[in-house]
């Protein structure tokens, strides 16, 4: 079993966007609803009572349980069924793409993360209910994105026709899993995970189908509630937010000064909100729609319509429009009693954009919470760590910075030049104070030498540096490798690998650990020796 060993606030860790910093510090406060606290989540849950309609929980309801009725549901998911009909509960989500066999490792860590903050919400002595609900972004059209998952050994992947929302491909492309089979039959927990992979993605299964059949086998006893939001019957409840994005270009206007101003202090943004932030299902496919003049145009097709035309088919057929990126975020709390989204750092940072969008519209903005991140190192390889001196934190800051401190600690020559340099600088620093009482060309003559032989003394650290990678290759190798093992591809391993490679020998016990050392009120990198 893992342990927690190490955990790093979110704060203390160089690559952690400043953007995220700030939100986490306080510093962008007129730009979301309060930090998460259950006080705040229990007083937001008393502003969205006021707001959230029992029609739109009736149609929720109905649908949800329609969409689940074919699962093999816990208990706690038919009591949660139960409970969300009811005026005073209310959901904590967090949404993904529908990747195949869920992707890299952190699909598996957000959704344990909404869980057990769940869980800390429903100790409570105001007789509110919290439920755990996972948002399937079905509605995704880049398959390229999604069709692919790797571990150490594979990668997997699978050919389908892309353009329509991801969803609704249904599987014909399922050899895969023969190279599955092979890589996990001989694992300890090798045949659950081989039967998971069968069932969900058997032929004629939808993507959406798949992810459900998936998620529910993981999650179904933590009561997870799982939607599928492609649904004409929620479409409807969201056609006047539609029209007001079609008319107005509402989301564009609402937040465009405050994406210029997270522009210009952090030098760009997540997204960029269209002037109209909607698709349109055509034959198939799902295009973007863009105002030409006094008419509305389906990019890249023919299909065009007056804005007559095209409120009446919005008013017919509702299933037809389709949510961008940055407009989903205003659907799924316009049709769900939420009071808490959980996401990752990039998704936080276009939520932060979009909050005078909601003011515009009177809708709730929810509070936001980062999810947690993990990385399982192994025993071998923490062991390997400490014999070289190094630190976990070393692996999740400046790599580079840390090796070549180490390289050059094994040498006399670099604190000798830093001795060096600093003798020049000091006497540089005497002989500009004298020459101001000459000739100014003396004085700038003085300046040019002093850039001049400190230039050369970075060089000459450079060439140091690179001399030590060749005197001491083999421990710079055994650096790089460790670094590798840790971080495949430079990539922190939460976003590379899948959470097979980890179940695979520890079965939902590594599933529970992950849970218990899941932070609830402060985001954290936790490490866990495996």
């Not at 649908?63 to 409970?83: A, D, F, H, R, T």
């Not at 809708?363 to 190192?377: C, E, G, H, V, Y």
């Not at 390289?407 to 830093?418: A, C, G, I, Q, Y």
Request: charge should be negative; proline fraction near 4%.
């Amino acid at each position: 079993m893992a342990e927690s060993q190490f955990s790093l606030n979110f704060l203390s860790i160089p690559t952690i966007p400043k953007m995220i910093k700030d939100y986490l510090s306080g510093g962008l406060s007129n730009l979301h609803s309060p930090l998460f606290s259950k006080e705040n989540a229990l007083y937001q849950a008393a502003i969205k009572a006021e707001n959230y309609s029992l029609h739109h929980r009736k149609v929720l309801s109905e649908v949800l349980g329609e969409q689940m009725q074919s699962l093999p549901l816990s208990e706690l998911q038919k009591e949660n069924l139960q409970n969300l009909q009811q005026k005073n509960t209310f959901t904590v989500v967090t949404g993904h793409q529908l990747n195949l066999f869920t992707g890299p490792a952190y699909f598996i860590y957000k959704i344990l993360q909404v869980v057990k903050t769940t869980n800390f919400l429903n100790q409570n002595s105001e007789n509110k209910k919290f439920v755990p609900l996972f948002w399937m972004a079905s509605e995704d059209h880049d398959f390229e994105e999604i069709n692919h998952f790797k571990t150490t050994n594979h990668y997997y992947f699978t050919n389908e026709k892309s353009g329509d929302a991801v969803g609704r491909i249904e599987i014909s492309d399922n050899k895969f899993i023969n190279d599955f089979i092979k890589e996990f039959e001989d694992c300890v927990f090798g045949t659950e995970l081989i039967r998971w992979i069968q069932e969900a993605y058997a032929n004629g299964n939808t993507f959406s189908k798949a992810t459900q059949l998936l998620v529910n086998r993981i999650f179904g006893e933590y009561g997870l509630l799982i939607l599928d939001a492609d649904d004409r019957r929620l479409k409807t409840l969201v056609q006047p937010v539609f029209e007001k994005e079609l008319l107005q270009e509402h989301l564009y206007q609402s937040t465009h000064e405050t994406v210029e101003q997270l522009r210009e202090k952090y030098g760009k943004v997540q997204v960029n909100p269209r002037e109209i932030n909607l698709f349109y299902f055509n034959e198939g496919k799902r295009n973007r729609i863009e105002k030409e003049g006094n008419h509305f145009a389906i990019v890249d097709t023919e299909i065009k319509f007056s804005k007559e035309e095209l409120l009446r088919e919005l008013r017919d057929f509702p299933e037809r429009f389709s949510p961008n990126a940055v407009l989903r975020p205003v659907y799924q709390e316009t049709i769900l009693p939420n009071i808490l989204y959980i996401g990752g750092n990039a998704e936080i940072m276009y939520w932060l954009e979009l909050k005078k969008g909601f003011d515009g519209l009177n809708l709730p903005f929810p509070i936001l919470l980062p999810r947690n991140s993990f990385a399982m190192i192994s025993k071998k390889n923490f062991d390997k760590m400490k014999k070289l001196g190094l630190k976990v934190e070393d692996f999740f800051g400046n790599y580079e910075e840390t090796v070549h401190r180490k390289l050059l600690e094994n040498t006399p020559l670099d604190p000798f030049l830093n001795e060096k340099e600093q003798e020049v600088i000091s006497i540089f620093e005497a002989l500009e104070e004298k020459a101001k009482l000459t000739d100014k060309t003396f004085e700038n003559l003085v300046s040019a030498e002093k850039k001049r032989q400190l230039k050369s003394y970075k060089k000459m650290k450079k060439r140091l540096l690179r001399a030590e990678k060749i005197v001491q290759g083999d421990l710079y190798q055994r650096f790089n490798l460790l670094y590798e093992e840790i971080n495949p591809g430079g990539i922190w391993q939460e976003r590379t690998l899948n959470f097979s490679e980890f179940y695979a020998d520890e079965g939902k016990d590594w599933i529970a650990n992950c849970y218990q050392n899941t932070q609830i009120e402060k985001p954290q990198l936790a490490i866990l020796i495996i």
